[in-house]
């Protein structure tokens, strides 16, 4: 029966991450935006969060607990709140953990998952993006040749989020014949593997991100995740599902700012939150947030479901790539010249939200 | 725990209405805009007859809702499919309407039951609201239409515009129309209390139908009231003139209405959005989900904008029905609802009709139809810009005085 309420659980999340978020992550935020980094203390506080740990098997040292993209959509829009850069370090080691869990060989579980049931965050990541204008996961250049009985990688990938840091990479290169998209388990020091220096985006700059090099890059068949045939549409949609909860967060956190200030900001002797074209400015970002919110629950809610997500999660991820950007840009305009410093968290929100409509891969429920 | 599946008891009856809006409706779509103030009494016959049987719909009366336990979700949904059919006949469908959302809502319960009983029985009837007049509409409580007491009745002079089903409720049935009227200027909102005029009063007469951009088959009337009496016990709820209450208490239905508002526009805009999916698809355009939108054809690109905007618009809308079937206060999520709704409608319509080219043009196809028919509600039952402040009022918490 419809119904828009979260079970108590997820409100219970939803409260924990928030508060988290605000009190930890926001504060952090700006600070780690102009220095391009993230305090490790603040990362092994979001670790004891048990973000990574959850769904993985206690057998295997986590938590057990079920995975549901809908419980994932709302932990990524809370983190995101706080600040995407961060939110986006700290789930980066879902990008190996959760695709295994899902996908892998039981030979690949036992091998991949334990080490994230220390105490302490362990970096991880996935390969996904490259550096084509044209972009697209369902058309990828980095191609996997069969080779006697393993594989040989020939690419470039881009924006992999903390691959330096990384012990493993799971790389998501295309079968020859193009028709599937594979993934593959390599230790960062494989031959052929190379990672380059630290990229300089124009937001999420407190992410250490990287292109990684493929170049002869020789595997075995044991690194093939699920020993072939692991499900990348699903797992995109997975994706796609994380990022734009994640938009959500930072257009709901530029909302919250920019209804604030106007509320404070006095110009003719009056807030200019009374204003009709700030009101309205406002009562459009609440809209299209509220909307923009709704489609990612409706995804992830069909995903949880085992139903097919595809245009869900990509109609949701669209719209909100593109709010995302119109609230952030508004909360901007509403600030007006204080809006372009970089001392009000704005600025940085529009950078960060302009990235959503090219990002793939770069988080998962 | 979150959920987006209609009670099964909800899919029946859209099915059902389904088939009355492709079957009943669509073919005579054309006609009745084509004839705008002819009445298709084969089909508002058939609508009563299935209302007020056993079982019957408020959608017509009754009050069975097939057993549904979220009541309006049921309607915003059934609202949806019979609006898909036609939205003029949606709106011409004998029922007691907005006049009958104004009893529900100040009435008091010896009220409810005499006006509202007999839309379970007899001939069609029509309920309607005169509210707007020529020189306010969004602007509701300047209504200069006055009710001056005289014994034990009421008196009502002023002109109404814009009364939807007007001529059916006055005239053309055994119905009502409730109308705005203040009984002291001075008071402002307060002074403002709803009054049933039943059908054939005299002094109530309808002057004017509109002839209007779309939903012609819905008669949009324009009454003048000149001396018209009433019995006192026709004044919906309490004389009293209070600060709280009264004009407030009919403002709420609002909050019930406007989700209904925004479903007729969502069933327009499926509409155009279906005509156009099945019209690419027999002209082998594929819409090629998932895709890099760099990768995407305009038409593409433009369709899928069209679909997502009418999900976002949707899921607005069953929440604030949802939250009112659970008894939350829902005016902010009503308000979002029906901006959304009607802006996204008329674009969606609008963008059918253009990626349509010279077919979108002719009216050989309903789709320049639904552009038409969409427009109204974006305007009607609130206005954009009224919902807009009203959503700015709630998130903002300012009141009237403080954004207006």
Not at chain 1, 129 to 142: G, Y
Not at chain 2, 204 to 216: A, D, T
Not at chain 2, 339 to 357: D, F
């Amino acid at each position: 029966m419809l119904s828009f309420e979260l079970s108590e659980e997820q409100q219970m999340i939803r409260d924990t991450v928030g508060a988290f978020a605000r009190e930890q992550i926001r504060p952090a935020a700006r600070p780690a935006d102009e220095a391009g980094e993230i305090p490790p203390a603040l990362v092994e506080q979001a670790w004891q969060l048990g973000l990574v740990q959850g769904p993985i098997p206690e057998a295997l040292g986590g938590n057990g607990d079920t995975r549901l993209a809908l419980t994932g959509a709302i932990v990524a829009e809370e983190l995101a709140w706080g600040d995407l850069a961060i939110a986006a370090h700290v789930l980066a080691p879902r990008l190996l953990a959760f695709p295994v869990l899902a996908l892998g060989t039981d030979e690949q579980r036992e091998r991949h998952l334990r080490r994230f049931a220390g105490r302490e965050f362990v970096p991880a990541t996935a390969a996904l993006m490259e550096p084509r204008w044209d972009f697209d996961p369902m058309a990828m250049s980095t191609v996997a040749r069969r080779d006697g009985a393993g594989f040989v990688l020939d690419g470039s990938k881009c924006l992999v989020p903390l691959a330096a840091e990384s012990e493993t990479l799971l790389v998501w290169a295309a079968a020859e014949n193009h028709d599937r998209v594979e993934g593959f388990l390599l230790p960062r020091t494989s031959t052929g593997l190379s990672v380059g220096e630290r990229e300089r985006n124009m937001g999420l700059k407190g992410l250490a991100t990287y292109e990684v090099a493929l170049d002869g890059c020789r595997v075995g068949a044991e690194a093939r995740l699920g020993g072939g045939g692991a499900d990348f549409a699903r797992a995109l949609d997975q994706s796609r599902i994380a990022l734009a909860a994640m938009g959500v967060g930072v257009a709901h956190a530029a909302f919250d700012y920019a209804r604030d200030y106007a509320k404070e900001r006095k110009a003719f002797g009056v807030p200019i939150a009374t204003k009709q074209a700030v009101a309205f400015m406002l009562a459009d970002m609440a809209i299209e947030i509220d909307a923009a919110r709704l489609l990612v629950w409706e995804a992830a809610w069909r995903l949880d479901r085992g139903e097919d997500a595809r245009k869900e999660s990509y109609l949701a991820r669209n719209y909100v790539a593109a709010i995302a950007l119109k609230v952030t840009d508004n909360a901007v305009q509403v600030l007006g010249g204080h809006g372009y410093i970089r001392e009000h968290p704005v600025e940085m929100w529009l950078r960060n939200a302009r990235g959503l409509s090219t990002f793939e891969g770069l988080a998962t429920v | 725990m979150i959920d987006f599946e209609l009670e099964p008891q909800t899919q029946k009856r859209i099915a059902l209405y389904h088939t009355v809006a492709e079957q009943m409706m669509r073919p005579i779509s054309r006609e009745y805009d084509e004839r705008e103030h002819e009445k298709p009494w084969d089909f508002l016959n058939a609508m009563w007859a299935a209302s007020t049987a056993p079982g019957g719909d408020p959608m017509g009366g009754g009050d069975a809702q097939g057993g549904a336990r979220l009541r309006n979700v049921y309607t915003v949904a059934t609202t949806e499919e019979l609006c898909w059919g036609d939205a003029g006949l949606f709106l011409s469908i004998p029922n007691a309407g907005l006049g009958g959302a104004a009893v529900m809502a100040a009435g008091t319960p010896q009220q409810k039951q005499r006006f509202l009983a007999p839309f379970r029985e007899g001939k069609p009837k029509w309920g309607a609201m005169a509210i707007t007049e020529p020189g306010c509409g969004s602007d509701s409580a300047a209504v200069t239409t006055t009710a001056t007491r005289d014994g034990d009745h009421w008196v009502i002079n002023g002109n109404k515009i814009f009364c939807t089903s007007g001529w059916m409720a006055a005239e053309k049935s055994e119905g009502f129309v409730v109308v705005w009227a203040t009984v002291d200027k001075s008071a402002g909102r307060a002074g403002i209390k709803p009054f049933v005029v039943e059908h054939g009063t005299p002094g109530m007469s309808v002057v004017r139908l509109e002839k209007k951009l779309g939903i012609r088959v819905s008669d949009t009337a324009a009454i003048v009231f000149d001396n018209c009496r009433v019995p006192a016990d026709h004044l919906l709820g309490t004389a009293e003139v209070r600060r709280e209450g009264g004009f407030k208490d009919v403002m709420a239905t609002f909050d019930a209405t406007r989700p209904i508002v925004a479903a007729m526009a969502i069933g327009v805009g499926r509409a155009a959005l279906d005509f156009v999916r099945d019209f690419l698809a027999e002209q082998q355009v594929e819409i090629r989900y998932g895709l890099s939108p760099r990768r995407l054809s305009a038409v593409e690109r433009d369709f899928m904008e069209m679909e997502v905007q009418l999900k976002a618009a949707r899921l607005l809308t069953w929440r604030a029905a949802w939250m009112l079937d659970r008894g939350l206060r829902n005016s902010l999520e009503a308000s979002m609802a029906k901006a959304k709704a009607g802006l996204a409608v008329t674009l969606i319509t609008q963008k059918a009709v253009e990626l349509l080219g010279p077919l979108g043009y002719s009216r050989r196809y309903l789709v320049e139809k639904w552009m038409r028919d969409a427009k109204i509600n974006d305007i009607f039952e609130g206005t954009q810009q009224i919902n807009m402040i009203i959503v700015g009022r709630r998130i903002l918490e300012y009141s009237s005085k403080e954004l207006n």
